[in-house]
């Protein structure tokens, strides 16, 4: 059982450059949500989904993109890297059918993305 | 707007002693509420959760919470800290069917 995994594990970016941070879960989840983690900020939230071609900004959206096309995939934009974006990324899942909202979060090892 | 404050960035507890890490959420309807730990260079791991009943949650490793309707607090406790409970801990709600949020993180360090 895989659980959610992140790709790539590392990733350093020159400012403007554009890439893709790949999640996939294969626990059948229906929510689906990017975090980024920097010291003394904790884990805010980027964007989230909670099916499939259904997704919801969360605290701090600029500058990302995301897109649902199928349960098991959550991809993360970055459409013009700034300094701003260096951080690590999780990407987390969690059941939304009855029984399942106060199921916890599975979570991603993380990416450390590097933006020169 | 919806929130959760960890009010302490960093909790120092000697260890054999007890421990908490505080957290108040504010947030419309009846949130489920979660602890989650982080050990450095690692992902974060389930610890906890609060589910409609008893007000004292036991989770993993010896940790429990407690729940504090009147005051929207979600407390973390452990009777007796241990060297190797030294982690990122975090604090998260979730208004269903709403998204879940976190607070800031406390690093509890245990001394020796």
């Known amino acids: 059982n895989a659980g959610v995994t992140q790709t790539p594990k590392f990733q350093v970016l020159k400012t403007g450059q554009s890439m893709t941070l790949q999640c996939a879960q294969d626990?059948?989840?229906?929510?689906m949500s990017w975090y980024r983690q920097d010291p003394g900020m904790g884990l805010r939230l980027i964007h989230y989904?909670?099916?499939?071609?259904?997704?919801d900004q969360g605290e701090v959206p600029n500058g990302y993109n995301v897109s649902r096309s199928t349960t098991e995939d959550f991809p993360l934009r970055l459409l013009s890297a700034a300094p701003s974006q260096t951080s690590v990324y999780f990407c987390?899942?969690?059941?939304?059918?009855?029984?399942?909202?106060?199921?916890?979060?599975?979570f991603g090892n993380g990416t450390r993305l590097t933006v020169t | 707007a919806q929130s959760v404050a960890q009010p302490e960035d960093q909790v120092n507890v000697a260890e054999g002693n007890p421990l908490t890490v505080k957290c108040t959420y504010s947030?419309?309807?009846?949130?489920?509420l979660f602890w989650y730990v982080q050990y450095p260079n690692r992902g974060l791991q389930f610890l906890l959760k609060y589910i409609t009943g008893d007000n004292l949650v036991k989770g993993s490793y010896g940790f429990e919470a407690e729940f504090n309707k009147s005051q929207t607090s979600f407390h973390l406790k452990k009777p007796s800290a241990l060297v190797s409970d030294s982690a990122l801990y975090f604090c998260a709600v979730r208004p269903p069917p709403d998204k879940i949020i976190f607070g800031k993180g406390t690093r509890l360090h245990i001394l020796p």
């Open positions: 626990m059948n989840h229906e929510y």
């Open positions: 987390a899942s969690s059941g939304t059918g009855t029984g399942e909202l106060n199921s916890p979060l599975h």
């Open positions: 947030v419309s309807g009846n949130p489920y």
């Open positions: 989904s909670v099916g499939a071609g259904i997704t």
